[in-house]
């Protein structure tokens, strides 16, 4: 069955310093991994990523994937109070079956 | 241009009742996905429309059923409803079914109690 798990399911850090998420995931015909930050209710989109080795960067925020070992990590340098939300991953099953199959997410605080 | 917006935001029904909730994507989305997202089971796909019809569909009871209309505007119904439906229902618009390398945007969200 497919699934995909991010760790830690929580986690408080103060401001300026800096986080790194986990996802890893065991889903069949992987097309792409996906990440979202939910702050109250709609989730926004970070990063797509498809090949491994690439770094994604936007800010301060930076994403890769290993499709070997099937993992990405979510960095976020100079963490700041407004990056306290909860961190989504998903995979995309490009199989007959196509759909995103969601982890539980990681609940980021980020304290003054 | 304007977001993916649903309605209602806020909505409480009492245990059999049956409830519709709207969804209409952004303009030229023509791919709409609903999710149910509760604590403890995180964001679970409900059901993919696109054209007006159902491309792809999650693990739910028969309650659960949608469509979608001729403009892309989305509708889900829940019907007998139980007290485990309480959860935020998202849905996502997107260009095309399944992605294909363009993000779905999501929308704000409803947020359903059954007492």
């Known amino acids: 069955e497919d699934k995909v798990v991010q760790s830690p399911l929580s986690l408080v850090v103060h401001e300026g310093d800096t986080v790194t998420l986990n996802c890893s995931y065991e889903?069949?015909?992987?097309?792409?991994l996906l990440w979202y930050k939910q702050e109250k209710k709609a989730p926004t989109f970070l990063f797509m990523l498809?090949?491994s080795g690439i770094e994604k960067k936007s800010g301060r925020l930076s994403s890769i994937l290993d499709k070997k070992e099937l993992f990405s990590i979510l960095n976020i340098t100079a963490t700041q109070t407004g990056d306290s939300a909860v961190y989504l991953c998903?995979?995309?099953?490009?199989?007959?079956?196509?759909?995103?199959?969601w982890g539980l997410g990681t609940s980021l605080g980020v304290n003054p | 241009k304007a977001g993916v917006t649903q309605t209602p935001r806020y909505l409480i029904k009492t245990r059999g009742q049956q409830v519709t909730l709207s969804c209409s994507p952004i303009?030229?989305?023509?791919?709409v996905s609903w999710y149910q997202q509760t604590p403890g089971q995180g964001l679970q796909f409900l059901f993919e429309?696109?054209?007006?019809?159902?491309?792809n569909k999650g693990n739910f009871p028969g309650r659960f059923s949608g469509r979608q209309f001729s403009n892309s505007r989305s509708e889900m119904n829940v019907s007998t409803l139980e007290l485990g439906d309480s959860a935020l229902y998202l849905c996502?618009?997107?260009?095309?079914?399944?992605?294909?390398?363009?993000?779905?945007?999501f929308g704000q969200g409803t947020r359903l109690t059954v007492v």
């Open positions: 996502a618009s997107s260009v095309a079914p399944g992605l294909r390398n363009t993000e779905a945007f």
């Open positions: 303009s030229g989305h023509r791919s």
């Open positions: 429309y696109f054209s007006e019809t159902q491309r």
């Open positions: 889903v069949t015909n992987f097309r792409s």
């Open positions: 498809t090949s």
């Open positions: 998903a995979v995309f099953n490009a199989g007959n079956n196509r759909k995103l199959i």
